[in-house]
Each structure stands twice: as structure tokens, then as C-alpha cells.
């Protein structure tokens, strides 16, 4: 029961007293000017080490170590298959539109099913919630981000990317790649460790190539022996002049953001996220329309601050009965939550956001230069070599 | 920008693994002595032997041998012939007495004993005693015995007082005790006699490594050791982390009219660094008036409350500066004590005073600067040592 609660919940919650949540909770609910543990600013992320193309034996790998000691390997191999088109797919889609394509838009515009993750996190069993969740939901955005162009694919050049991944992943209507996808965490969980796994994964398929295609058509797949010449399974962008717009295409990254009080604050430690009023997984991707963010999911994961301890206030404290007359402690309504609260006493939080804090969640990724594209850029920033 | 990545660093351990290496090509009368002189930058060609006079100093793992030469004398954590059984990595070296000595673990838990200062967490609430978290291999205990009762009153604990064990400390609490009896097992009983004790609050906790005994001093003079030994062994590198020292509670005023600060370094390697509270004003922060006769009672009755005084931005903020700076530290593997810590405190500023003056036009440049451990640790750690 306790093991399946704190797997539900966003960390292995640290027990902080309830004084020390109360102070964490103060500092980082102070109007406009947070103030973070570690005195980062509310959109700092901590410095972390990453590195690709580190397992000789995949398609493409990465490593990134996160500064409080959590390491996370991800290898992603790429495997020939027969597109096997079930039959109930056929008989769908033909009732869908029947007019359009009979052979089965499966085999044109791809199959999440094509795209395999595990996640492997230590004192987990690989079917316990936490790692089945994580995995679905990465898992979920990666297949999912399909563009808008799909649709507008006659160029030729953005062909290669229309579906987003699951159509980069079909050869012909008879064969396709599938895509597996290994995720080890290194370390402990020491908190919640979706950022870390998403960044990896990331990196790691930014730096995934496939064989260069040489069998033309429907012919059976013919590859090109000379790894050098293998292609990226994200297109790069080859220079300033030809921007295509499927070299824009990336891979999703998945950020942790809590919100505490009106502030909203990235790459949160275990601290930060034992007192969020709020904690949210923010799914973003680079758009082929001219290299914008785009917005894929928002996930709400449940807070623990809800299952820490409060506080007792001191005048209904029984140690401090025999002291004389406390102070009145003036409950104060907290503008954020609509409770009545004693300043300097903490009480769980009962979850819940507000629409302006969304709202400001989701400007401050997404915006020109925000986080969003600053993570975009560091990560593609890592030499892949 | 919001976010730096760093290439991998590639730790060192370059020169454990040369040893295997040279063991291999060298004549098979030295394999048994792996982990000789690791210190030497510039090695000889070949391995020193036990036999010379060079060898001082090296890293083992349990069950290694040091040496089969009779001429040494044993010292604890040793098996004839000199075989390491501690559960640790350790450093050992020869002292002049021709004595193997092998000291400071690289990386322990802390070993209690009595009368050190501690910073722990409640983890366990029993019927006549709490469990706390200390750091150590087993959890230290605190019998409701061994508590000071609100208002200072001296009489026998009831079953009452069993009931209502909670109210004083219950699950998650940090508490500051002493260390009052070791048990055979090696684990600790404490006690909060003392007005000084207690429940712990305005503040925030970190933990770094304590392993208790003196880093990187002699381990034969736990206790009391002296500043002019400090110099010297920190840059023999025995690990970071909290130390037994002469002072381990003591008041800083902080810097940006952050006003009074308290640091509480547990031996143990917790931690707490909170507002201060000097005993009139934490009663009067809890009562309008208070006579001076019963100031006492005051402030025994207030050690039981988990309810946060109010604490201005300014303290916040230098609270979070003294946290970093004990990150730096720790990070750099360095001791943390009352010395190095208000080192590291004053060149955090100057620092901050250079950044400033670098990049004063730039915009993103008050973002984040608050933040002390990426680029900045090392220039930090540098001033201190300077300083110190």
C-alpha cells in the first residue's frame, strides 16, 4: 500500500518536518521573487553532464548526470519488420475512408505501436506503476507528435518527416523500422525522475541514425553497409540557406514544473517538489512550421505535499499551555489556496492550480527564448559525434 | 539561459587503475601489494616495495593486503599479516613508529560518541521513546527519559506522557541532541537536557558527509583537535564534510542586512541553519510580555513548538547563501567547520561583487546569480582558502 502510494506520488517524499516545509513554502511563495533553496532563479536548471553516442552497440545513446547525483542511460536500437497489417486495421480504416487509401493508412503514416519503450528504474519492478506510467507517457509524446503538415506532404522534402516519428519510421507499404527504446536510471530515484529520463531519451535519439536506404520503392529493403553515411533519424539542419521544414522536427522533451503559490519554478528538487501546490510534466516539441515550440501534453502528477504532516499551531499546542497568553495567532486567508491559514504553520496542500498559473506556465515555456527553446538548444547543443 | 550543460568530467581514477597495470608487468613478488603509493604524482618506473623507505601512504579495500613484512607493527582494523578488515575504503600510512596505520575512511557513516552534538530526524515514534535517523548505521534512540518536559518541570514521566508522546516529537522532526551513551552495537542514545536542544525550526536542513572522526587528523586524538594541524591535512584530501571541532553551534551576522544567523553543524553531518532566536526574543516572538523570572519556562515551552517565527526575505536569501557555501565545500572536499564555513561565506560575496562588475550591462546576468555551486564553486572555494 505505502510502496504503491509513494509510486503514485510525484517522489519518494522526503519526511521534512513540518517546520521545514512551512519555511520551504514561504521563501518560494514570496511575490515575484522566489527564493529557491539553492538560490537558483525560478527558471534556472541545475547544471547537468550530458553525453551521446556512448553505447558502441546501438543506433544511438546517450547519458546525462543531473547535479544532485542521478544518472540516467538510454540506448535506442532500430530494428527492421514486415508492416503486418491486421486485418480489423484494414477493415477500419477502409470504413473511415473508403474512398482514399484501401491499403491501410497504417502502413503510410506509421504505427505507435512501432515505438517500444521499457523503462528500468532500481527497486522497481519493470510492472510497477511508476515505471509503466513514465514509459506511457514518454512514450505517448514521442508517437504523438505529429505535425500539422502531415496533411500538406506533397513537398518532397518535408515527406520525410510528415507523420512526425512513426512516418519517419515506414520504409515502404511492406516494411518498417521499429524502434526500441531502453531507459535505465543509474541511481536511486531521488525524486521525481521523469526530466531526467525525458532529456536522456532525447539525446539520445537525437543522436539515433539509420542505415542509408539503397533499394528503391516497394522493393525489399536493401541498406547501405557504410555506417558513415547513415542518416540521422531526426534530420539535422544542413545549413542557414535550405531550412527545410522537417529538419526543424526534434524529438519531445518532458519538463517538471511545480507551482507554489503564484510562483512558478522549474527543475525542481526533492524539496521543492515536497511543498508544490501543484506539480505538472509539460510536453513541448519543435514544430516543422518554421522551428516554433509547440505544446503536446499537460500532465498533472499528484503532489506529495498532500501527505505531509502539518503543524500545530502554537495555541493549540499542549506543550505550550503552560506558557502565558500566545500571541494572537490571526488565521490569515491565503489569497492562493482560499484558506484560512496561520502564517508559519504549515498545512498539506490540496492540490489544485489556478488557470493564471497555467497560463503562465505554459507562456513562460513556449515563449520566444524561454525555457522551452533554451532547453532545445542546449540539448541539441551536445556534440554528436 | 536558462541551462548550462557541462561536458562529463571523468573522474580520477587513473591512478588506481595504473597499479593494476604495473602489478601485471612487474615481477610477481609485489601483486600481493596492490595500492601502494597512490600519491606520488611522478612515480618511479618501479613500484616502490615495502622494503624501501619511500612508501608512505595508500587507499585499501577490506580484505587487501598490505604487506607480508614482519617489520611492521599492527594497528587496529588489521589481520596478521596486515591484512585490511574494516568494512571502508581507508587511507593508511606509516608513521614514524614503523606502525601501519590504517585511518580515516573515504566514505563512512558517521560512528556516534558520547557527547557529540547531533542534528537527527525523527523517524519512529514508540511507546516510551522516539528513533532517530542520526546519520548512522543503526538508528540512535530517544527515550521520553531523556527530554526536557514543557516548563522545565523535573518529575517522573507517567503513562500521560507516554500517551501524549507525539505532541512532543512525532514522525519527520528534526531535532539537535547530544549524544548521551553508545551502546555495544554502536548505536546512540541521546538526550535534550538542555535548553540548548530541542525540536528545530526557521530554518533549512541539508546534509552532507560526517564521517565523526577528525577528517583527515589523527584518529588516536578524536576529540580534541587543534587548529594547526588543519592546514596541513586538508590538503591531504581525507574527505569532506563535517568534523568533531571546537565550536558546532555559533551565530553569524549576515552579510545584506540579512540580520542574525544561526548554523547548527551536527558531527553527523546534518546540518540546520536557521534564523536566530537568542532566548528574550524567542519569547517575547511567542508571548506580549514576559517577566524575566519565568523567561526560563518560556523558552523551554517554545522548544516543543513546530510553528514558524515570521522571517524577512533578506535572512531567507542568506540562509540559502550559508547553504550553498557549505555545498561548495562539500563539493570541493573540503572540511566544513566554523572556519572554512565563514571563509567560504565572505568570498561568496566578494565574488558576487566581481561578477557583478563583469557583466554589469548584461541582462540575464542578476538571473540566476544567486546560484553559487556551477561556475562560480570553484572561484569561491579558491578566495576561502585565501582567506582561511
Redesign the interface.
Known sequence: MSNQRQASSASQTP??????L???Y??LS?PR?P???????P?????????SNILPGTNGSA?I?F?DGTQAIVGVKAEVERTNLATDTLASQSDVNDSEEHQGSAAVSGHGSWVQMSIEIPGFRDDDALPVFLSEMMRESLVGSVTEGSGKADAADAAEMAGGLKGRLVINKRWHWRLYIDVLLLSQPLSYPLPLLSLTTHLALLSTKLPKLKSQGEEDPFFDDDWAVAEYLYPRISSQKTKLPSQYVRPPVTLLVISVGENVI?DPNREEIAVADAVLAISLTRDSEAGSLKLLSIRTIDPPSRL??P????SE???????????E?IAVLNPVTGEEE?????RPRRGGIKRSVIANMVQTVLKKGG?GE??LE??E???VE | ?????????VEDLGLRRTDYDESMSDDDSDVEMGGVDISGASRPSKRPRLGDKKIGEGIVIPGEVITADTQYMRSWHLYEPFVHFNHCYCRWNIPKDKQIDVRYPLRARYQPEIGDLVVG?I?EVQGKRWKVDVAAPLLAQLPLSAINL??GILRRRTSADEL?IR??F?????VVAEVQSVHQDGSASLHTRSLKYG???????LAVTGTGGNGASNSSTKGGIGSGSSGADTSNGGGGGVVRSRRQVWTIDAHNGGGQVDVILGVNGYIWISKHADGAEAAS????S?SIT?ME??VS??I????????P?QT??EI??L??CI?VLVQGGQRVDEDTLMATYEASGQVDLEVGDDDYDEDGAH??R?????AKARRILELAMQLK
Not at chain 1, 15 to 20: D, G, I, K, Q, T
Not at chain 1, 35 to 41: A, E, L
Not at chain 1, 317 to 327: D, F, I, K, S
Request: no cysteine.
Open positions: 519526511h521534512l518536518s513540518p517546520a521545514e512551512s519555511y520551504l514561504t521563501s514570496l521573487a527564493i529557491r533553496p539553492d538560490g537558483r532563479s527558471t534556472q536548471f541545475r547544471p547537468l553532464s550530458a553525453e547519458r548526470g547535479a522549474f505531509t504532516q503543524a500545530v499551531p502554537n499546542n499542549v506543550n505550550m499551555l503552560g506558557a502565558p497568553a500566545p500571541t495567532d496561520v502564517p508559519g504553520v504549515w525555457v533554451d532547453v542546449g540539448l547543443g551536445v556534440e | 539561459m536558462a541551462i548550462t550543460i557541462l561536458p562529463p568530467v530526524r523517524v514543557p516548563g501524549q505532541t512532543f512525532s514522525e519527520g522532526d528534526l525540536k528545530l525550526r526557521n530554518g533549512v536542513f516572538s511567542t508571548t506580549e514576559v519565568r519556562e518560556m515551552s517554545s516543543y513548538s513546530s510553528q514558524n517565527d515570521e522571517i526575505p531567507r536569501r540559502a547563501r547553504a550553498q555545498r538571473e540566476g544567486g546560484y553559487l555551486e556551477g
